[in-house]
C-alpha cells in the first residue's frame, strides 16, 4: 500500500487549492479515505473523510462549507477540494487509509501555507 499526496503551496487568504492523493495496492471500497493536518506545534487532526463503501463523507467543523473531499475510483485518487482558504489552514496535511483488511497507512504530507 502507498499513498502519495500532491498539490500544496503557498496560497491568499481568501483562495483555492485542490490536494491530490493517489493510492495503489488497494481499492477504496474496501476502506476510508482520511485526510489530516497537522499545524506546528498542534496535534494531528482528522480534517475530512469519506467512507468507500457508500461514499459517506464527514468534515470537521472548521472546514464545513469551505473544503470538499472526492474520490476518482478510475484513477485510484482522494482529493481534497479547499476553498475560502483562511491563515489558520496552514498545515501539513496527510492522506489516510484505514482499510478493512490492511490495516492503516499515511502519505508523507504536503505543506499547505495561506498568507498573503
Known amino acids: 500500500v502507498q499513498l502519495e499526496e500532491s498539490g500544496g503551496g503557498l496560497v491568499q487568504p481568501g483562495g483555492s487549492l485542490r490536494l491530490s492523493c493517489a493510492a495503489s495496492?488497494?481499492?477504496?471500497?474496501?476502506?476510508?479515505m482520511n485526510w489530516y493536518r497537522q499545524a506546528p506545534g498542534k496535534e494531528r487532526d482528522l480534517v475530512a473523510a469519506i467512507a468507500g463503501s457508500d461514499g459517506g463523507t464527514n468534515y470537521a467543523d472548521s472546514v464545513k462549507g469551505r473544503f470538499t473531499i472526492s474520490v476518482d475510483n478510475a484513477k485510484n485518487t482522494v482529493y481534497l477540494h479547499m476553498n475560502h482558504l483562511k491563515a489558520e489552514d496552514t498545515a501539513v496535511y496527510y492522506c489516510?487509509?484505514?482499510?478493512?483488511?490492511?490495516?492503516?497507512?499515511w502519505g508523507q504530507g504536503t505543506q499547505v501555507t495561506v498568507s498573503s
Open positions: 495496492g488497494f481499492t477504496f471500497s474496501d476502506a476510508v
Open positions: 489516510n487509509a484505514d482499510h478493512d483488511f490492511l490495516g492503516n497507512y
